[in-house]
């Protein structure tokens, strides 16, 4: 069966600033030493799997330049613009609406976030091409689990089954939002809990299937999506039907609800890269324990993240601490507060100063 | 007796970088909340007591516009240029030739550092005066001395004799160079002796008296200076001569010879400015004791010096930290690692970068 792709393009991350903005997400940022950005690693990744024009996007209006500047190789017409953001079902529902139309039949689907890293692609290959298996037989749906590090709450996690094993998978048992530290402990501890990393595969059957079960007034508004798409009136009714979609993820709206989840562990090395701290994980530090990038000079500094550009940037006697320069903001946050970021954002709306988000 | 002054602003710190640079060293910076510069206060504090007319600037050519811009209103035949630098004694000897020139007579001279900042100016014009007074008697050469706060290793002391006191002053017994920690906390508690400011008060007569007995040949330069100022040979003349004296400082040169030194307590609330740190004692900290200029988010960050301009610098979690913003550089430097900045500017000199310095 064909194998198709839909990546995710359309967040809106504040968690990156000053370098990411907000017509500079994440996904279109460089964060690795090889000056790809997520977004073009992640279309990368997948190549080994999904030829070039079955790679489909998913993303705004405002986002459309960047993708196509970014992947430049993408076909225009596989660019999906939603026309304002409701969350990721009836995002992928409008993805599978619009590539079943493009296809006149069954496909396939493989749906990724567009902002993560994968540290060992030909294993990321290998566990997609198991969850296809497992997806092409029956109704399945299959969601790519991590091997959880360290007991992290802000992750979603996959209760699966080890007894029931199907292929090179397990049936899920259920799906676990963010749960506290203590909870976190015990999953960690236990083998039958994974992260969820936001990566499924199914066909695009099943998936209509399960909207048409869970989520049936989204299914109607998707089959009159699927009728317009590639006419004269598709703008018009998608820019009509799509706001009118409730604001759910697929992870409540359809994989919670199922009892056909399977979930295949991964491998790979994944990384949500979830905030500047993430740096340390992909990229290498200096003898000093530093992530630098750009005009630094550093003196008795240790364990910092540094990432400047043209103005130099002195630091003397600094540890623990994240430094990001650029041409308007300059951000210094200690390294335990990265989660406070976003009250700089707060305050720069509620002062009126959209020039800096 | 007609009173002068001669104010020292040829110094280069390098303190207050990346704000001081060689083309912008510290007396012209503004550094106080009423946005007058270092050199501009000092010209200010004193005129209550000598004539605009009366107050010489002595500087370096590199500095000469500056002068110029920051105080249009001192003429400009008073502001007298080192061909090079020779440290304080041959400067204020130089000084002294000059003044003593345009007088044809002998004056009072007060040679004032143009880098320090004084909080009562009244009660300084007072202890000034009391100076004067001292100094027209006899041959006397007179010092300030600022009751010491704190055992600070970094200044010279000055130890008087208590028991001999004369007029509103004591004489001097001796000076004593940047002491041990140990030594500087047994002047402060001791009663005995001072912070060695660098504001000196004598007669012209009496430092040139002072110059034929105990640098000679200093003393023979000078006089040839003396002879050539105002006459066509001035320039070249004192090109050849200048760079010949000895690069000494006055209080080596001559204080500590002396055995005609006085000096006057002073509380004025004297401050020499010598680091970013100063900022803490001369501007008022906000709610949470952080002293800021520019364009500044803080979001729990406490207890820092943020100096910076039109950028936007967010600080997140910081705690005891400087951070400095100008066009082209940026420091950010731990409280107590302040000593270490010029660790910076030796590393930008090793790496041939001067337009940093």
Not at 207 to 223: A, C, N, R, T
Request: negative net charge.
């Amino acid at each position: 069966m064909k194998k198709t792709a839909l990546i995710m393009a359309g967040g809106r991350g504040e968690r990156f600033w000053p370098r990411s903005r907000r017509d500079l997400p994440k996904q279109f940022l460089s964060l690795t030493s090889d000056g790809k950005t997520l977004i073009q690693l992640t279309v990368e990744r997948i190549r080994p799997l999904v030829e070039r024009e079955d790679i489909f996007v998913s993303t705004n209006s405002d986002y459309l330049p960047l993708v196509k500047e970014q992947l430049p190789d993408i076909p225009e017409q596989n660019v999906i613009c939603e026309p304002v953001g409701r969350n990721t079902a009836p995002g992928i529902g409008f993805g599978a609406a619009y590539i079943s139309k493009k296809y006149e039949g069954d496909a396939v689907m493989m749906v990724l976030p567009s902002d993560h890293l994968v540290k060992y692609n030909q294993m990321f290959a290998a566990t997609l091409q198991d969850a296809v298996e497992i997806a092409e037989d029956g109704c399945n749906l299959v969601t790519i689990g991590i091997a959880p590090d360290f007991p992290e709450t802000g992750y979603g996690y996959i209760k699966f089954r080890q007894g029931e094993a199907f292929r090179r998978g397990y049936r899920v048992d259920h799906f676990a939002e963010k749960p506290s530290l203590e909870a976190a402990k015990e999953y960690v501890s236990s083998d039958e809990y994974l992260w969820n990393s936001g990566i499924f595969v199914w066909k695009i059957s099943s998936i209509m299937k399960h909207f048409e079960q869970f989520m049936p007034d989204v299914y109607e508004g998707l089959s009159v999506i699927h009728d317009a798409v590639f006419t004269s009136q598709e703008k018009e009714i998608i820019e009509k039907i799509y706001p009118k979609f409730p604001s759910i993820s697929i992870d409540y709206g359809i994989m919670e609800k199922s009892n056909q989840i399977y979930t295949v562990p991964g491998n790979f090395g994944w990384d949500d890269v979830g905030s500047w701290l993430a740096l340390e994980r992909i990229q290498k530090s200096n003898e000093f324990g530093n992530i630098t990038g750009g005009n630094i000079i550093t003196v008795d500094t240790h364990d910092c993240i540094i990432q400047g550009g043209e103005k130099l940037i002195a630091l003397v006697g600094i540890e623990d601490t994240i430094v990001v320069d650029t041409e308007d903001a300059t951000l210094i946050c200690a390294k335990d507060s990265t989660a406070d970021i976003k009250k700089v954002l707060e305050n720069l709306k509620v002062c009126n100063r959209p020039e800096y988000l």
